[in-house]
T-cell receptor
Framework: ETGVTQTPRHLVMGMTNKKSLKCEQH?????MYWYKQSAKKPLELMFV???????ENNSVPSRFSPECPNSSHLFLHLHTLQPEDSALYLC???????????????FGPGTRLTVL | SQQGEEDPQALSIQEGENATMNCSYK?????LQWYRQNSGRGLVHLIL?????REKHSGRLRVTLDTSKKSSSLLITASRAADTASYFC???????????FGAGTRLFVKA
């Protein structure tokens, strides 16, 4: 257990559905991340929140909508997804330092998303 | 090509042998990290080496960093079947918030 939990672990949804992924960290960290991992592709950073403010948004389609209500919780709201959005979605947290550079990230187990 | 490229893409060895994986990157970095991922699971942090360090050890792991060549290597000594996983290098970029991951090396250790 890394101290980062994700629910659900598996999700199958149709293209017209709306669903949400949830991430919770119990480590007291001040930064949280959403990554997408597709088969045979590097891990893609989607969103970064630091102190509940979004600091990175890597040109992610608007059908993915993040929400960070507090430093322990992160959501990814999904609507009208495409089959190519099927992937493993990973959440991570870290304690970002003012000295620069981003230190160790702690990952959740991921949500395996299948879009039909 | 991308920041943080691992080499080889896949590696198959016998239990007890050493496994070496390499990573190259392009930009200035604050640190370089190695992560491990078992199939379909989250990534687990193994070791972090800062840009002013050249070598670091943790148990059976040895990491080197050569900032002049923009490269790093991960050595796993006396490998075990349980070491079978994908290994990723990740760079913390100077002045940025991102940690950029490579595509990974898939290691298979045969018992």
């Amino acid at each position: 257990e890394t101290g980062v939990t994700q629910t659900p672990r598996h999700l199958v949804m149709g293209m017209t559905n709306k669903k949400s992924l949830k991430c919770e960290q119990h480590l007291g960290h001040n930064a949280m991340y959403w990554y997408k991992q597709s088969a045979k592709k590097p891990l893609e950073l989607m969103f970064v929140y630091s102190l509940e403010e979004r600091v990175e948004n890597n040109s992610v389609p608007s059908r993915f909508s993040p929400e960070c209500p507090n430093s322990s919780h992160l959501f990814l709201h999904l609507h009208t997804l495409q089959p190519e959005d099927s992937a493993l979605y990973l959440c991570a947290s870290s304690q970002a330092s003012l000295a620069g550079g981003r230190d160790t990230q702690y990952f959740g187990p991921g949500t395996r998303l299948t879009v039909l | 090509s991308q920041q943080g490229e691992e080499d080889p893409q896949a590696l198959s060895i016998q239990e007890g042998e050493n496994a070496t994986m390499n990573c190259s990157y392009k930009t200035s970095i604050n640190n370089l990290q190695w992560y491990r991922q078992n199939s379909g699971r989250g990534l687990v942090h193994l070791i972090l080496i800062r840009s002013n360090e050249r070598e670091k050890h943790s148990g059976r792991l040895r990491v080197t960093l050569d900032t002049s060549k923009k490269s790093s290597s991960l050595l796993i000594t006396a490998s075990r079947a349980a070491d079978t996983a994908s290994y990723f290098c990740a760079t913390g970029v100077t002045g940025g918030f991102k940690t950029i991951f490579g595509a990974g090396t898939r290691l298979f250790v045969k018992a």
